[in-house]
């Protein structure tokens, strides 16, 4: 190939890579969301590490998780219910100044030097019940700021290579902070990068919100969301694996603060290097992801990416020095991030719009609600059989799931093909022949 040949292919690459920036409101939002999730990222790590020099207790460290995560689990199904009845966009907008309140609340109880246990965890339990909301608003809206839907694929890739990025920033950040100034400075920065996102969101030109002229009960309206969801097998085992995946496997970041201090014998520095290592894996996921031209593919990395992220929990759990840890982390985060957004791809590229925030609510509960359920059984683990045994377990049934999940694929996509062929996803072929057509002669 000739020099101009090659530049003209990394152009068409580097353009295909960043094509769902065209979109004035999904560029809008990713620069309000890039300094948004740092601050966010930085929150996290911050709170992790207040619960455990507070305490001590790695109880109170999967108590802290649990709080923050299990009100999606709760609340999911009735939200997904109403971003299909609401309009999104005031939905996310709301629930963004809310979760400025709340990181300026805790910003303000440590400056006060009266911050207990007890209200880092209910401020927490707020979030969560802010999240709940966020979470599938958010998800359904992404492909409102998009005109062209063939572009959601690589707006979802997007929008998680965003989240990665400022995850593999935040957490070093807020480690050298906290080892400089405490964890409030990093709560304050959090509520105050707020700003960024609901600006963005104020200057999008959002077409005017229609209701529906007919609105079912909401109890009704959520048993046809669940049926619809779970009666489809394809989207049952996704969500089924999602779950699995996160309760299990996805836990093991409530327990980092243990391993930072007590088997690699570090600080809330090592925390944040190991957080941000972690995502430098995700990033590189969610960019392989941005660049791929199809949603054809998905299902076979849907199905062997927990397996990888399984198999890198056990070596992070036998391993007791630093520099094999931190070469683990990318490759935990990697396989996460890539079964993640594959899903939510898939999700989105097959549900049907007038279902799209219950199935969105539902993808939320099984990626982020059933963590709280993980982080409370891992804390308890913890706390009786170590931490290291404890992720070795989860990485375990990470394996287990992605094989029995890898079993039901073929099935799978037999199911898929109409859907595919009626997206214009793949061509309308001739069924194939049998293997010894002369035997029906």
Excluded at 22 to 38: A, K, P, W, Y
Excluded at 197 to 209: D, F, H, N, Q, T
Excluded at 267 to 280: M, N, P, V, Y
Excluded at 379 to 393: D, E, K, R, S
């Amino acid at each position: 190939m000739t020099p101009q040949g090659e530049k003209t292919s990394w152009s068409a690459h580097f353009q295909r890579l960043f094509r769902a920036l065209e979109h004035r409101n999904f560029r809008l939002f990713i620069m309000g969301q890039g300094l948004s999730l740092i601050g966010t990222w930085m929150q996290l790590t911050a709170v992790s590490w207040l619960v455990w020099r507070l305490g001590h207790s790695a109880l109170l460290l999967g108590l802290s998780g649990f709080a923050a995560r299990v009100p999606t689990f709760v609340m999911a199904p009735f939200a997904g219910v109403l971003v299909d009845r609401m309009n999104r966009y005031r939905l996310v907008l709301l629930t963004q100044v809310l979760s400025m309140i709340q990181a300026l609340l805790l910003a303000a109880l440590m400056y006060s030097g009266h911050v207990e246990i007890w209200h880092v965890i209910t401020l927490s339990l707020f979030l969560g019940f802010i999240n709940a909301l966020d979470v599938p608003a958010r998800q359904s809206f992404l492909i409102q700021m998009i005109d062209r839907r063939e572009d959601l694929t690589n707006a979802i890739a997007l929008n998680s290579s965003m989240f990665n990025a400022a995850r593999l920033v935040g957490p070093a950040m807020a480690g050298l902070l906290i080892a400089a100034t405490g964890e409030a400075f990093c709560f304050l920065l959090n509520g105050l990068s707020y700003a960024a996102v609901i600006a963005g969101l104020l200057m999008m030109r959002i077409p005017p919100y229609v209701r529906a002229a007919r609105q079912t009960a909401m109890l009704e309206s959520l048993t046809a969301g669940f049926r619809y969801a779970f009666g489809f097998s394809p989207i049952r085992s996704l969500l089924l694996l999602l779950a699995l995946v996160s309760m299990t496997g996805g836990s093991y970041a409530q327990l980092l603060p243990i391993f930072a201090q007590q088997i690699l014998h570090g600080d809330a520095r090592t925390q944040g290097f190991l957080i941000s290592a972690g995502a430098a894996g995700a990033l590189t996921g969610a960019l392989y992801l941005a660049g791929r031209r199809s949603v054809r593919g998905l299902g076979r990395l849907i199905a062997w990416m927990p397996a990888l992220f399984g198999a890198g929990l056990v070596v992070m759990g036998l391993s007791d020095r630093l520099w094999l840890t931190l070469l683990t982390m990318p490759v935990i985060g990697l396989a996460l991030m890539i079964q993640m957004a594959s899903t939510n791809t898939l999700l989105q590229t097959i549900v049907e719009d007038d279902m799209r925030g219950r199935v969105m609510s539902f993808y939320s509960m099984a990626f982020m609600g059933t963590v709280p359920l993980g982080s409370l059984l891992a804390g308890v683990l913890a706390h009786f059989i170590g931490a290291p045994m404890t992720v070795i377990l989860s990485g375990l049934c990470c394996v287990v799931g992605a094989l029995l999940f890898a079993r039901r694929l073929p099935a799978l996509r037999r199911v898929l093909r109409p859907i595919y062929v009626r997206r214009g996803i793949i061509s309308e072929e001739p069924e194939p022949l049998p293997p010894n057509p002369g035997v029906l002669s």
